[in-house]
């Protein structure tokens, strides 16, 4: 799977993105998927995940309540709606291919998307 991740760019705080991830390839819809992000000088780090239906969701604690992911198989796309968004967001963010089931972790992923980065000001 080849992952193509867009819609980063400059937002206030308080305010709302929509990030998506267009996958090549036959296998997106029985593929689980997820999003990661890192921030200047520190680790990537999972912030959502769905699996292969999109009946099943994880998010980070840091993002439960903001941010929304979601998927539509016959686009080959996931989304990430990211809502009330805080400077502490300000990341490149990462589309990412489970190996087996929703990846929460870096060896959990299949394939990396290019990243997109996302920008909140104060």
């Known amino acids: 799977v080849q992952l193509q991740a867009s819609g980063g760019g400059l937002v206030q705080a308080g305010g709302s993105l929509r990030l998506s991830c267009t996958a090549s390839?036959?296998?997106?819809?029985?593929?689980?998927m997820g999003w990661f992000r890192q921030a200047p000088g520190k680790e990537r780090e999972f912030v959502a995940g769905i699996n292969w239906s999109g009946g099943n969701t994880y998010y980070a604690d840091s993002v439960k309540g903001r941010f929304t992911i979601s998927r539509d198989n016959a686009m080959n796309t996931v989304y990430l709606q990211m809502n009330s968004l805080k400077p502490e967001d300000t990341a490149v963010y990462y589309c990412a291919s489970g190996i087996n089931n929703i990846p929460t972790t870096q060896t959990t992923v299949g394939s990396w998307g290019q990243g997109t980065l996302v920008t909140v000001s104060s």
């Open positions: 390839g036959r296998t997106f819809s029985r593929t689980a």
